[in-house]
Every structure is written in structure tokens, then in C-alpha cells.
């Protein structure tokens, strides 16, 4: 066997190896049973610890953001117009919670795929290995809204990209989220699916008036397990507390009916944020009102949501 040929089964060994790696493991990554749901909070420091400090008990996991282009709110605090966070807040405060990452592509779809930032996801993907906790990856979240601008085949080619790196690193505490904003597009959302083989959870974010009924059929026909990776009731800087009752009521209904396996709440006031604040989406801070705070703590006590209590014993 000549030279080239012998490189040529090398890499087709080590291709076929880590696309069965990923293939074996497709889906039933970090999923509760049945009737059961993760807890995640965010998605800043403060609104973090506010929302450990209502519910009494620290949740499953934590969210924030980082983009692949600057690796920020890793090791240091990062400020992106919605409150300071950062993964080591996390870590070091909460440990051994799960974490839930967005991660940020917007105007980087091409660099991924050429390989221009292959450095970075070595980078990242030592981080995520160093924390030593269930990682949820939201690559390229709400790939479907319009203001993303994100190509279709070249998201694809990214999320791929990505996970194929990682998965050379032997990244193994991480399951990749394939994220849906969950609202009106012209274009089906099938479009910007990069395969079972890539995905382990499909997601939608849950506000004022999601459009679910797309990504929840897709998630039942392809077995995914389904995650409210967003979620806040953004009804308005006037909304009544009577109207936001009926939001958390309505969303609970749809996390049973739904068998819905992680819910990440946003426990924020938009209104108050500089990046968001022009939108007048309101507050969707749980303490607000006695009334809403004490709705949400009898809804979520139900045995169905798990905490970080519950969260090893709880996941597979």
C-alpha cells in the first residue's frame, strides 16, 4: 500500500469513527423520563441568583451566551446589553449545575465552515470539557429568525462543522440543541436541519405568542426530546397581572400536554435592559406581584420539574 493510500484509510477510519460515535448516541442525551422536566433560569448573574432565591432551591441548570467569534462570558463577566453573566459565575457559584449555552454565530456562518475558526472551537470545547457538567449547546439559536439572516445550507454546514470538531476533541459532556425562535417564516423550518445524527434536542423559545405547532410535530417525528430554551411572558410593559396568570397557566398546560423535557425561564424585566428595552416587552421578573410569584412556586413544586437535587439521579 503506497503512501497516499494509507493516508487515505487513516481518515476514513478516523471519519467513520467519530460519525458512530456520534450516531450511537443520537438521541437520549441528558433527557429526563418520561413526565419529568428540566429547570434552567437565567440569563444574567442577578436575575440567576433572584430566581434561586424565590424558588428556594438551586434549578437544574443555568443559561447564557457566548459567540464563537470571541469566546466571551466564559472565564469573565460579559456585558452584552442584558445584564452581566458568565459561565464561571456559574461554575463557581452553583456547582456541579448544568449549564445551557447559546451560542452566538450571526455573521460567522462562513468562517466556521472554511475552518478560520477551528481554533476557537478547540478552545471552547476544552472549556466545556473542563467543566466537568452537563453542557445543552444551542448552536446558532433561533437559526430561523429572520433578523439572523442565517443561510440555510451554510447553518447547516456550520452546526455539522461544529460538532464534528467537538466530537474530535472527545467532547462528551455536551448535547447539541437545535433551536427554532418559534414564529411566523416564510421558509419551513426543515430547511436548517443539519440531521439526527448532529441533534440531540430540538427547542423553540416560548414568549408572547409562540408558534410551536412546527417544531413540536418535527420533534415527535424525529424522537427528539423538546426544550423550552427561551421563555419569558413578554406581553407588554401594561400587561395586567390577570393576563400574565394566564400566560404561566397556559405554559404549564403546554409542558404537560406536550411531555415538554427542559424549561430555561428568563426571569427578567426587558423593559430595563438596554438591548431590549425599545421593544416594551415588559417584566417577566417571577416576584413582580405576590400573586404571580406564589402561581408560579405551587406550579413549579409539582414532582414533574427537576432541580439540581434531582438532577443526576433525573437524566440519561
Not at 9 to 27: D, E, H, N, P, S
Not at 60 to 87: C, I, V
Not at 183 to 212: H, L, M
Amino acid at each position: 500500500m503506497n503512501k497516499f493510500c494509507s493516508v487515505l484509510v487513516c481518515l476514513l477510519v478516523v471519519t467513520t469513527g467519530c460519525f458512530a460515535q456520534r450516531k450511537a448516541g443520537l438521541t437520549g442525551k441528558y433527557i429526563p423520563s418520561d413526565n419529568h422536566t428540566l429547570v434552567f433560569c437565567g440569563q444574567n448573574n442577578i436575575d440567576s441568583t433572584e430566581f434561586v432565591n424565590i424558588n428556594k432551591k438551586i434549578p437544574a441548570g443555568f443559561m447564557f451566551y457566548t459567540s464563537l467569534q470571541n469566546l466571551e462570558a466564559l472565564d469573565e463577566d460579559a456585558e452584552y446589553g442584558t445584564g452581566k453573566m458568565s459561565g464561571n459565575f456559574i461554575l463557581s457559584n452553583y456547582k456541579k449545575s448544568a449549564l445551557q449555552i447559546g451560542l452566538f454565530l450571526v455573521g460567522a456562518l462562513e468562517s466556521v465552515t472554511d475552518g478560520s475558526l477551528d481554533d476557537n472551537i478547540k478552545k471552547f470545547g476544552d472549556w466545556i470539557k473542563k467543566a466537568k457538567v452537563p453542557v445543552f449547546l444551542r448552536i446558532g439559536y433561533e437559526f430561523d429568525l429572520p433578523e439572523n439572516n442565517y443561510d440555510p445550507e451554510l447553518y447547516k454546514q456550520a452546526f455539522k462543522h461544529i460538532v464534528e470538531k467537538l466530537d474530535e476533541q472527545k467532547v462528551k459532556n455536551v448535547a447539541y440543541v437545535w433551536h427554532s425562535y418559534a414564529a411566523y417564516n416564510t421558509r419551513s423550518i426543515d430547511q436548517w436541519y443539519p440531521g439526527d445524527e448532529y441533534v440531540d434536542w430540538c427547542a423553540i423559545s416560548y414568549f408572547a405568542k409562540p408558534q410551536w405547532f412546527p417544531m413540536v410535530q418535527f420533534a415527535k417525528a424525529h424522537n427528539k426530546p423538546l426544550m423550552i430554551a427561551e421563555c419569558s411572558p413578554a406581553l407588554g410593559t401594561n400587561a395586567s397581572e390577570v393576563e400574565k396568570i394566564t400566560w404561566y397557566r397556559i405554559l404549564f398546560k403546554f409542558i404537560e400536554s406536550k411531555d415538554v423535557k427542559a424549561l430555561c425561564y428568563i426571569n427578567g424585566n426587558w423593559d430595563e435592559q438596554p438591548m431590549f428595552e425599545q421593544y416594551a416587552w415588559g417584566n417577566g421578573k417571577l416576584d413582580i406581584s405576590e400573586n404571580i410569584k406564589n402561581y408560579w412556586l405551587e406550579n413549579i413544586s409539582n414532582e414533574r420539574f427537576i432541580n439540581l437535587d434531582r438532577l443526576y439521579k433525573g437524566i440519561k
